[in-house]
C-alpha cells in the first residue's frame, strides 16, 4: 500500500508535470522549484505515513460504515415494526367496523321488534277500548231498554188504575181488600 501510495505521489506530482525530461540536471538543482515542491509533496505523505493516518482514516471510514450499516438495519427494524403495528391497527380498525355494522343492524333488528311489538300492542288497546266501549253501549241499551219498560209499567199502572178507579164500587172495593187479606194471610201461615 505505501508503495502504491509513493509511485501515485511521483506520478501525480506537480514537478512531473512541468518538466518534459525529469532525469535533466537542471531538474536536479535546488534551484528548480518542481523539485523543491516533489520533496515536499514526499515528505508529506511520508509524514502522513509514519503517524499512520491512512490507517485512521480507513478505521474512521470503517467505524462510520458500521454505523450507518447499523443505523439501516435499524431503520429496517423500525419499518417493520411500523408495518406490524399498521397491520394491527388495520386489523382493529376493521374489527371495529364490522362492530359497528353488528350493532347498527342489531338496532334496527330491535327497532323493528319494537315497532311490531308496538304495533301488536296498540291493537290490543284499541281492542280493549272497542270492548269497552261495546260493554258501555250494551250496558247503556239496556238501561234505556229498562228505562223504557220501567215507565210503560208505569205507565199501563196508572192507567189500569184509572180504569179500576172507574169500575170499581165501594162494594166490590171493600170484598176486594178481603180477598187480599185472606191471600196474604193464607201466605204468612
Do not use: W
Amino acid at each position: 500500500m505505501k508503495k502504491l501510495i509513493l509511485l501515485a505521489g511521483l506520478v501525480a506530482s506537480p514537478a512531473m508535470a512541468a518538466s518534459s525530461n525529469p532525469f535533466s540536471t537542471h531538474f536536479y538543482s535546488l534551484s528548480n522549484t518542481n523539485l523543491i515542491v516533489l520533496i515536499s509533496f514526499l515528505l508529506f505523505v511520508a509524514i502522513l505515513m509514519k503517524f499512520g493516518v491512512p490507517g485512521k482514516i480507513t478505521a474512521m471510514l470503517d467505524a462510520r460504515a458500521v454505523q450507518i450499516r447499523s443505523d439501516l438495519d435499524e431503520a429496517r427494524a423500525l419499518r417493520e415494526e411500523a408495518k406490524a403495528i399498521l397491520a394491527s391497527y388495520e386489523r382493529k380498525k376493521k374489527e371495529v367496523q364490522e362492530q359497528s355494522e353488528r350493532i347498527v343492524a342489531s338496532a334496527k333488528d330491535e327497532a323493528t321488534a319494537a315497532a311490531e311489538q308496538a304495533k301488536l300492542d296498540l291493537a290490543a288497546s284499541i281492542a280493549r277500548r272497542v270492548a269497552a266501549a261495546e260493554e258501555r253501549i250494551a250496558s247503556a241499551e239496556a238501561g234505556a231498554v229498562r228505562a223504557v219498560r220501567e215507565q210503560a209499567v208505569a205507565i199501563a199502572i196508572a192507567a189500569a188504575g184509572e180504569v179500576l178507579a172507574k169500575q170499581v164500587t165501594p162494594e166490590t172495593a171493600s170484598a176486594s181488600i178481603d180477598d187480599a187479606i185472606k191471600v196474604v194471610g193464607a201466605k204468612m201461615h
